[in-house]
């Protein structure tokens, strides 16, 4: 049982259960619910609860706050009520490529697991049959694999329904009950078609279509935009049709409408528009595989940071459930055998226990594909490891691509992608030749991080001062006897007990000060470490040299921003120095916005001091010192 799995059961049981849940996201500090009946939540009984702070209602979210380690305890909600539905336009606000990458990875993201099974079925099939020979290939147990196999790629526009559905705001059933008619069985094998050649084909009232030779089976653009149209006509027909009659006349209406027209015309074009990205794709692969192969290889792992990735995938999704083999990721493979090889060298050379023992599982994961872990955990915050790792990728995806290694479906991360290329009549040599190259890029991506080393943030090798060894000698090498905060943002002082949220005004995260901002800049208060940038970026969590954590949280209930009018300057793991500027943000655009930018500097290792006296002056610069922590 997990640290914080009973406080997660109680959480839930106490704001009303999870059908009185809507949506459930966290910032730095508290786990912000929107309830459908905040009346329901037991407020007080939440407030005396072991391991929370306080409950706040503001800004429509019921708001449970737990501390700087909200982030296992929201793990931990998670596991307790599952995938929740999704609310009406609260997708992410962006341009548009950021909100087809958003649309795309919430698509797919869901069956991307059972798809590399599937895939990874079909190459267990192939070596089998290579193996065993003809007998096998003609007896039941290769057709129950292949069943296993196939079945998934034949009918993923259902698949994609249910996601794409849900993802749009409408009932994901409809949407499985639209993708079933695009795979209906006599469209698939053609027999529907063939019945009504003669008569002049197929049409609807007389209006004619066509149907892909293959059918409609195994295609995902059709689906995901014949989807998209039925949530929208759905929202409609609620508006219009009475409630007494709307649990059926809304689903029998919305594909009365949705599935001749996707017939007649949302599926030729959408599978034109496929064909065209596909070859343009398959296009720029062939004007130059290895410099494609360096590209790909070389910004993989920055992809992946950013979700951009998503952009390459439906395509190859696309190919591998029609039968195509497909080179479009065999560059990327290598790359996170690079990272795995650079974690090993930090682990190797670091002096500081912590990364060396948080260096282990992160290499344990990357082997198996997940280097996530591995980037944001290790080699991005140290930079040179990481670039390390995306030069080998980019040698690696060159060289992949010089080889001819081809993918013949999906395939698991990791070792675990090799299945994926082996072919369907069993040959594994692109199999090989990637664990030979997979092997190299460990090795080399070792090689170049141990070589051109790193910052370390601390070497035991050093003697101790003679300050240091007093300390040492009396048990007390942690005290800092004094550690001064300069102020991180200009403006005017008050006591914290004046800050409008009662979490912060109550001192319940810590000890500090209230400043109002005349200047949008946030700066380094002391030398220090970046322990957590929120990716909203209206907070900052500081960790000075000597030890004192700090929280900046800028403006009140501004993580609703989702970013909008903050700048951030650093990143999570950055070494940052007195006076360096942290986060830029709008005062007016966020006042505009109807948010306060009150902002509260906490001292949360409190504890630790004997005494926290703040600043007396009215008025702040960065030049002032503002909180005085004595030990």
């Known amino acids: ?52 702070v306080t409950v706040m209602q503001a800004g429509g979210q019921y708001q449970v706050v737990i501390g700087n380690h909200v982030p296992d305890v929201r793990k931990a909600v998670d596991e307790v009520i599952g995938v929740l539905e999704p609310v009406a336009n609260d997708g992410p606000k962006g341009n548009l490529f950021d909100r087809f990458v958003d649309m795309i990875s919430s698509i797919f993201q869901p069956i991307l697991a059972p798809l590399s099974a599937a895939g990874m079925l079909k190459g267990v099939n192939a070596v089998l049959a290579f193996a065993l ?99 929208l006509l759905e929202k409609q027909l609620r508006k219009v049709i009475p409630d007494v009659v709307k649990l059926f006349l809304v689903p029998f ?61 439906p395509f190859v999704i696309i190919a591998l459930s029609q039968g195509q083999p497909t080179q479009l990721l ?36 990357g082997i198996f594909g997940v280097t996530e872990p591995a980037i944001y955990g290790i080699t991005l915050p140290k930079k040179k490891p990481f670039w390390a790792s995306c030069v080998i990728g980019g040698i690696t995806g060159a060289i992949a691509m010089s080889l001819g290694i081809t993918a013949y479906q999906m395939g698991g991360l990791g070792i675990f992608r090799y299945t994926g290329q082996i072919s369907p009549d069993g040959d594994i040599k692109f199999a090989i030749w990637s664990m030979i190259l997979d092997a190299v890029a460990f090795i080399a991506g070792f090689a170049l991080a141990y070589a051109i080393g790193f910052k370390d943030d601390e070497d035991v090798s050093a003697p101790m001062s003679k300050e240091e060894a007093k300390l040492a000698a009396t048990g007390q090498q942690n005290k800092i006897g004094k550690d001064e905060v300069a102020s991180p943002v200009k403006g005017s ?124 002056n009215g008025k702040v610069t960065s030049d002032d010192t503002l909180i005085t922590a004595l030990a």
């Not at 996201?25 to 072991?50: P, W, Y």
């Not at 003669?198 to 059918?215: C, R, V, W």
């Not at 027209?261 to 343009?280: C, H, K």
């Open 330 to 365: 065999v560059a990327s493979g290598g790359v996170s055998f690079a990272q795995t090889g650079a974690v090993l060298a930090v682990m190797l050379k670091t002096k500081n226990a912590k990364l060396k023992e948080l260096s282990i599982p992160a290499f344990i994961s």
């Open 493 to 616: 002082v008050l006591p914290l007990s004046q800050c409008k949220d009662q979490a912060f005004a109550q001192g319940a995260l810590g000890k500090g000060v209230l400043i109002e901002p005349t200047e949008g800049i946030v700066r380094a208060p002391f030398d220090g470490t970046v322990m957590t940038l929120f990716p909203t970026k209206h907070a900052i969590g500081l960790i000075s040299d000597q030890g004192m954590e700090l929280l900046i949280h800028i403006g009140m209930d501004t993580v609703q921003l989702e970013g909008k009018h903050f700048e951030a300057k650093v990143a999570q793991g950055d070494k940052v120095k007195k006076g360096d500027v942290l986060v830029t943000f709008d005062i007016e655009a966020i006042k505009a916005a109807g948010f306060s930018v009150e902002t509260p500097v906490i001292i949360t290792n409190t504890g630790d001091y004997l005494d926290i006296v703040e600043t007396q």
């Open 1 to 52: 049982m997990g640290k914080y799995d009973e406080l997660a059961k109680n959480i839930v049981k106490e704001v009303g259960g999870k059908d009185n849940i809507n949506s459930l996201t966290n910032c730095i500090t508290r786990l912000r619910f929107k309830l459908k009946d905040e009346g329901k939540a037991n407020t007080e009984v939440l407030k005396n609860m072991d391991g929370i």
């Open 133 to 231: 020979g003809a007998t096998y290939s003609a007896g039941p147990t290769y057709a129950v694999f292949n069943a296993m196999g196939d079945g998934l790629f034949l009918f993923l526009p259902i698949f994609i329904g249910y996601t794409a559905m849900k993802k749009f705001g409408g009932s994901p059933f409809l949407g499985m009950m639209i993708a079933s008619s695009l795979v209906y069985t006599g469209f698939i094998d053609g027999s529907a078609t063939a019945a009504f050649a003669e008569s002049g084909g197929l049409n609807f009232f007389g209006i004619p279509f066509s149907i892909p030779t293959a059918g409609y089976g195994s295609t995902v653009m059709p689906i995901i935009a014949s989807t998209a149209f039925a949530a």
């Open 253 to 313: 209406f919305a594909a009365l409408i949705t599935v001749p027209l996707t017939f007649l015309v949302i599926g030729p074009i959408m599978n034109v528009v496929s064909d065209a990205l596909g070859n343009g794709l398959i296009a720029l692969q062939g004007f130059s595989p290895i410099l494609f192969g360096a590209i790909l290889g070389f910004s993989w792992q920055i992809l992946v940071m950013f979700g951009m990735h998503w952009a390459l995938i």
